[in-house]
């Protein structure tokens, strides 16, 4: 066999989205000296922060403070959140913008120059930076300049990491596949920080883009590392019927009003009402994602909701707002609503429903994103540091991936100095052994279609373990989840056998990855009986159970029969569970 090529580092970032490309930067900054290698299936630009929107939290009015941004986001995640890690948070996001504005990142700005900041669910005040509606973009693209200032950081585009090499309990590289020759290439290194974003497309409506597939998740948990959270995956309220493209929480915030058929706003009927007039909202549209993608359900099993050729939907009316208003603070939306929905948002409203966003879980970390397997590190929406609970807030995630990039970028430079390397013989055995499942697939000639496949994990998954659940569906969720992973075993049936550039044979790795997750998801949800944040069950756990539930989710591995839970404690500082209320519901936030 031809000997595999081998690239020696002190650090492997694999991915090349926000939280990759921060880490990296941090990790050049504190040791210039330091190889970093960053692997990326896309090229770093076409990471699906690009696609980000709305903006990124941090405090910057005066009428604010870091305790404002710390209760929102301990209400918004239905005290699941570990409080610790949010004081953390909230104190160094605003650090971390003003930074991003330093290597040039364009924030909208007031008139008189300060920082414009606008409003999101679930905040209680304007407290996210933004860069029109193109905010994501502008932060990628700032960062990436920014990281090609090191000469330390390699950048290795477009190669698809397949695992994690790991020896003896600790990390000690990765094998991707170089995907234009499809050739092995074996990077090793004594730390590895994962930052492959998260895993929406597990479901088939969703707002992501096609490389969210989970694979970071998987790896990780692949080799002993339990998933955390997993049960809490975010629906947006407001996305376009069939295609899932996202329609901003920036509409909102900017005052654009969700009605029913009838033209009412219904949200005053789901305890998130009446509204105090602009520019003081009080929740309504400006609620929490989890509380109004369920009020949409209500609406659509009472017939009030609108009939389109892609399924029932609500509408965005921004017609108030005026033309000069939507062009100037949404004109991406703007373009994307004539675009993809046919409808000008100056004189029509846009017609929207909820698909899956985010993953509020994944690969548990401390602060620093150290996970718990030697020499790994996780950062962005792959990890669960424990900030988002049950529920994110719009706009943390942008910021979070920030504040924890450089936190696991720091701290995995500085593992990579003290860790020692593996012999030679160690490494050349472990990327061999990762490579041959993968060459099998390649080869394989039985099984089934790819296609049939995804078509079943989509419909498991949107029947079984949508936005309502109950003990019946999930119990099917996870019997049906299980067959799947049988079937899967039996093979994939790939036409395409070629090495070059065989995007077939990358979907099929991406498929085993997000069937992982989503076996972790179900089981995960099944666990929780209680109500919480963006776990809401239909049946006689459809309350939040703080005496049995204020706990972490643990999905370790297994023995092949599906995932072993755990429940684990929350870490409580300050802020003592109580009601969750939004708007009309009395006290609370938002
Ligand atoms: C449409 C949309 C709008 C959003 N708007 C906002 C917003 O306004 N505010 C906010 O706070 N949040 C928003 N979010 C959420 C936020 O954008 C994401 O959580 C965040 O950008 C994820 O960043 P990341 O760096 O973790 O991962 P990503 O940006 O997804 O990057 C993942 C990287 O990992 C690489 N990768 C993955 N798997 C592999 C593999 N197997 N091999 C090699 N490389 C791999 C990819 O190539 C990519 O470079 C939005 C999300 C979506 C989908």
């Not at 870091?66 to 160094?92: I, K, M, P, S, Y």
């Not at 909208?108 to 900041?117: A, K, L, P």
């Not at 706009?395 to 100095?417: I, K, M």
């Not at 279609?449 to 949107?462: S, T, Y």
Request: glycine share 12%.
């Amino acid at each position: 066999m031809q000997a595999m090529e081998q690239v020696d580092c002190d650090l492997v970032v694999v991915g090349g989205g926000g939280a990759g490309l921060r880490a990296a930067i941090a990790a050049a900054e504190q040791d210039p000296g330091l190889r970093v290698a960053l692997v990326s299936k896309v090229v770093p630009m076409r990471s699906h922060t690009v696609a980000a929107e709305g903006g990124a939290a941090g405090v910057a009015r005066e009428d604010d403070s870091l305790d404002g941004h710390f209760n929102d986001t301990v209400t918004g995640g239905d005290w699941l959140c570990d409080q610790d890690v949010v004081e953390r948070f909230v104190a160094e996001c605003t650090a971390e913008m003003v930074q991003l504005e330093q290597w040039g990142c364009p924030w909208s700005r007031q008139e008189d120059g300060r920082i414009h900041v606008r409003f999101f669910g679930g905040m209680t005040t304007q407290r996210s930076w933004y860069a029109a509606d193109k905010t994501g973009f502008h932060m990628l693209h700032t960062l990436f300049q920014t990281s090609l200032r090191y000469p330390g950081i390699q950048r290795y585009d477009e190669y698809f990491c397949a695992d994690l090499l790991v020896d003896d309990g600790a990390v000690c590289g990765v094998l991707a596949l170089e995907i234009a020759s499809g050739e092995p290439v074996c990077f090793t290194a004594p730390a590895v920080v994962l930052a492959t974003g998260g895993a929406g497309r597990v479901y088939g409506q969703n707002t992501n883009a096609g490389i969210v597939t989970g694979e970071g998740m998987a790896m990780a948990h692949a080799h002993g590392v339990a998933l955390r959270d997993m049960e809490f995956v975010q629906w947006h309220p407001t996305t376009l019927p069939g295609s899932g493209i996202l329609i901003t929480e920036g509409c909102r915030g900017e005052g654009g009003v969700l009605t029913n058929r009838d033209g009412r706003r219904y949200l005053q009927d789901y305890g998130l009402g009446p509204t105090e007039p602009w520019p003081r909202p009080k929740a309504m549209e400006l609620g929490p994602r989890d509380r109004l993608s369920q009020a949409f359900w209500y609406e659509d099993q009472a017939g009030r909701t609108i009939a389109t050729a892609q399924g029932s939907a609500v509408q965005l009316d921004l017609r108030h707002l005026g033309e000069a208003r939507i062009l100037e603070r949404l004109p991406m939306i703007t373009e994307v609503a004539r675009r993809y929905a046919g409808v000008d948002p100056v004189c029509t409203p846009i017609p929207v429903r909820p698909a899956v966003h985010y993953t509020m879980g994944g690969i548990p970390t401390d602060a620093r994103g150290a996970a718990p397997l030697d020499g790994l590190f996780a950062a962005g929406e792959c990890a669960s540091t424990g900030i988002h609970g049950a529920n994110r807030l719009g706009s943390n995630s942008l910021a979070e991936l920030l504040v924890f990039g450089r936190a696991a970028g720091q701290a995995a430079a500085e593992h990579a100095r003290s860790a020692k390397r593996r012999r030679q013989g160690v490494l050349e055995r472990l990327a061999g052994e990762a490579l041959a499942p993968r060459l099998e697939l390649l080869r394989n000639e039985r099984g089934e279609r790819l296609a049939v496949l995804r078509g079943e994990l989509h419909r498991i998954m949107e029947q079984g373990v949508g936005i309502f659940r109950n003990e019946q569906g999930l119990d099917e969720a996870c019997r049906a989840l299980a067959a799947l992973r049988e079937r899967l075993a039996g093979g994939i049936r790939l036409d395409d056998r070629s090495r070059t550039y065989n995007t077939e044979w990358l979907t099929a790795m991406e498929f085993q990855a997000s069937l992982q997750v989503a076996e972790t998801m179900a089981w995960s949800a099944r666990a929780r009986r209680e109500s919480r944040g963006a776990h809401v069950r239909n049946d006689a756990y459809d309350q939040r159970d703080d005496e049995r539930f204020l706990v972490h989710t643990l999905a370790h591995p297994g023995d092949g029969s599906g995932p072993v839970i755990e429940h684990v404690p929350v870490t409580i500082t300050r802020s003592t569970p109580r009601r969750r209320a939004y708007g009309a519901e009395g006290e609370g936030s938002a």
